[in-house]
């Protein structure tokens, strides 16, 4: 049975899982993803302002040595002497427009560094942030919806990427370390996986004779080059030998219009760069086909526990650190725990305490604690408009309300 989990004053908990140790993650990931995407912001924007006052400052200093020009011209003029002093005049004019450039200079260089400097502390705010956003969603705090894995078992160094789908539109993708799982980090027949795999896979000429008979492969023998496996489609390549591009197959499934998973089986030759037209698997073919799909998402099922690197987040679609999404994906998490922190705030029988019961086999009990203290600590760092993403987890004082003012005294 295993152990079930229940609210602090011992009733059922229904979500049945360590919510505490969720929400924890969940706050103390976004509080840093927050802190970081809020400096970043705001350096940000400090470029847009230090451009502005350089800006500013270059018109000053412009106009300063314009009306400097302007007077030495002026007061050479009405000398009297222009032939004397016109040539002095000249020098004159001359130092100030070098003392002008070099100002110019000075300001360029001087802001030319800053906005390196600002610029350079701007990309590692933002490597800093998804690397906290990578290791929240390492520690698997989302359910998983569906899943796909894409493997290349070629050559030394196996690779794969896994594309997990979470509730709220959220898709993430990691590497999964291949070459460090028992299964799949050496070549693998297919017959390791569904023995006695045997398709048609077109037709060919009886010999002597012009009529057709099926073309059956047996492929046990035949390894696995690369997979990709979705939730309900497949592209599987074997090959004869796995160190060598030579004749294999590659089956596929693809689901139709109606949605109908359409299983096929190519003919290729790799070294030549040749390959049959795609034979549609028919009757029990192609249920071998879908048992073999299905025996192969079981086997890769657990290299999606080798997530190593965040290689992208979506949300609805759209890349969250190209298009600034970070708080609005934090934002679609909190949505969904808010529920679950507000029923396990009514149940904690301690006020200033989250808290759930884990009952095992054996009828033992284990209190749970989390105190929101804690969890407001966390937060500390952030301005109040990032807070506020907080503030329906059950966690945060509520919000003083402003005192009515005292109603006029009657005067007699």
């Known amino acids: 049975m295993g152990a079930r989990y229940l609210y602090g004053d011992s009733q059922p908990f229904p979500d049945g899982y360590d919510f505490l140790t969720e929400l924890r993650l969940f706050v103390q990931a976004a509080s840093q993803a927050l802190s970081l995407s809020e400096e970043a912001d705001s350096l940000e924007y400090s470029l847009g302002e230090r451009a502005q006052l350089h800006l500013h400052a270059v018109e000053a200093v412009q106009g300063f040595f314009e009306q400097v020009t302007e007077l030495v011209a002026d007061r050479a003029a009405r000398s009297g002497a222009p032939q004397t002093v016109g040539p002095w005049a000249r020098k004159i004019l001359e130092h100030v427009d070098a003392v002008s450039s070099e100002a110019k200079a000075a300001f360029a260089q001087d802001l030319d560094q800053n906005q390196v400097d600002v610029t350079s502390r701007i990309?590692?705010?933002?490597?800093?942030?998804?690397?906290?956003?990578?290791?929240?969603?390492?520690?698997?705090?989302?359910?998983?919806?569906?899943?796909?894995?894409?493997?290349?078992?070629?050559?030394?160094?196996?690779?794969?990427?896994?594309?997990?789908?979470?509730?709220?539109?959220?898709?993430s993708s990691f590497g999964v370390d291949v070459a460090g799982d028992g299964a799949w980090s050496q070549p693998r027949k297919i017959g390791e996986i569904s023995p006695g795999l045997a398709l048609q896979v077109g037709w060919k000429k009886a010999f002597l004779?012009?009529?057709?008979?099926?073309?059956?492969?047996?492929?046990?023998?035949?390894?696995?080059?690369?997979?990709?496996l979705g939730p309900d489609s497949m592209e599987l390549r074997l090959r004869r030998k796995p160190d060598s591009p030579r004749d294999g197959f590659v089956l596929t499934i693809d689901p139709d219009e109606h949605g109908a998973q359409i299983p096929k089986i190519t003919r290729i030759d790799e070294k030549r760069g040749e390959s049959d037209a795609p034979f549609a698997s028919q009757g029990e073919d192609r249920a071998?086909?879908?048992?073999?799909?299905?025996?192969?998402?079981?086997?890769?099922?657990?290299?999606?526990?080798?997530?190593?690197?965040?290689?992208?987040?979506?949300?609805?679609?759209?890349?969250?650190?190209?298009?600034?999404?970070?708080?609005?994906?934090?934002?679609?998490?909190?949505?969904?725990?808010?529920?679950?922190?507000?029923?396990?705030?009514?149940?904690?029988?301690?006020?200033?305490?989250?808290?759930?019961?884990?009952?095992?086999?054996?009828?033992?009990?284990?209190?749970?604690?989390?105190?929101?203290?804690?969890?407001?600590?966390?937060?500390?760092?952030?301005?109040?408009?990032?807070?506020a993403l907080f503030r329906h987890l059950a966690f945060l004082p509520a919000p003083a309300t402003p005192s009515a003012p005292p109603p006029p005294k009657n005067r007699l």
């Open 123 to 171: 990309r590692e705010l933002r490597a800093q942030l998804r690397r906290v956003l990578g290791d929240y969603l390492l520690k698997d705090p989302l359910p998983v919806e569906r899943w796909a894995i894409s493997l290349n078992l070629l050559g030394d160094a196996p690779s794969g990427q896994c594309v997990l789908a979470h509730p709220g539109e959220l898709t």
């Open 209 to 228: 004779r012009s009529s057709l008979h099926p073309d059956i492969a047996a492929l046990d023998d035949q390894y696995v080059a690369a997979i990709e």
């Open 288 to 387: 071998r086909i879908h048992e073999l799909f299905t025996a192969l998402r079981s086997s890769t099922k657990p290299l999606l526990s080798r997530k190593r690197r965040l290689i992208y987040a979506h949300l609805d679609g759209h890349d969250v650190f190209e298009r600034g999404l970070v708080r609005a994906l934090f934002e679609r998490i909190s949505a969904r725990l808010e529920p679950i922190a507000a029923q396990v705030s009514a149940h904690s029988p301690n006020p200033e305490e989250l808290s759930l019961k884990v009952e095992r086999e054996d009828g033992r009990r284990e209190e749970l604690y989390l105190r929101k203290q804690e969890l407001a600590d966390l937060t500390q760092p952030l301005s109040d408009e990032a807070t």
